[in-house]
T-cell receptor, first 116, second 114 residues
């Protein structure tokens, strides 16, 4: 069974500082990996996805993530935080089975706060 | 905007009642998935429908059921509501690009069971 662990339920950074949100996965084969963002009282918005094409994935809003198979990690980074980045971030995994890879398994989320 | 809409936005029910939540997917997306997100938790997979048939199910009891219609709309039905069913319910429609499925989420329906 696949699982996702997000280290740190709450991360606080200053505006302009580096954002680093951690995600580790457990899977027998490298899965597909996703980062979603959820603003208050809204649904989930896709930030970026890893599908084995390239280990460094660039997403929207200046975010990127690097897939490291040896560390089973897919950490999300942004060089300079903006106040508008304050939200909850979810890492998710789906099977890389070549067939219907439907089920997304989510981590518990990391709440990012950005201080002025 | 993902092009996925859900109704209603909020709903209050009492224990034992039944509820129907609705989702309208993006045109051309044949797959819809439903998730339950309890407060402070990540979304949990309920089930997925593909071309009007259930295509996979998570660890939810049979009182959670669904329907998908040819016009890219779908429903989640929950019978015999329990207090623990209080949550945000999200639907997601899927696009497939080079064999890889990506799910796009609607804004959710927040259900409160009293």
């Amino acid at each position: 069974a696949q699982s996702v662990t997000q280290l740190g339920s709450h991360v606080s950074v200053s505006e302009g500082a580096l954002v680093l949100l951690r995600c580790n996965y457990s899977s027998s084969v490298p899965p597909y990996l996703f980062w979603y963002v959820q603003y208050p009282n809204q649904g989930l918005q896709l930030l970026l996805k890893y599908t084995s094409a390239a280990t460094l994935v660039k997403g929207i809003n200046g975010f990127e993530a690097e897939f490291k198979k040896s560390e089973t990690s897919f950490h999300l980074t942004k060089p300079s935080a903006h106040m508008s980045d304050a939200a909850e971030y979810f890492c998710a995994v789906s099977p890389n089975s070549g067939g219907s890879n439907y089920k997304l398994t989510f981590g518990k989320g990391t709440l990012l706060t950005v201080n002025p | 905007e993902t092009g996925v809409t859900q109704s209603p936005t909020h709903l209050i029910k009492t224990r034992g009642q039944q509820v129907t939540l609705r989702c309208s997917s993006q045109s051309g997306h044949n797959t819809v998935s439903w998730y339950q997100q309890a407060l402070g938790q990540g979304p949990q997979f309920i089930f997925q429908y593909y071309r009007e048939e259930e295509n996979g199910r998570g660890n939810f009891p049979p009182r959670f059921s669904g329907l998908q219609f040819p016009n890219y709309s779908s429903e989640l039905n929950v019978n015999a509501l329990e207090l623990d069913d209080s949550a945000l319910y999200l639907c997601a429609s899927s696009s497939v690009d080079r064999g890889i499925e990506t799910q796009y989420f609607g804004p959710g329906t927040r259900l409160l069971v009293l």
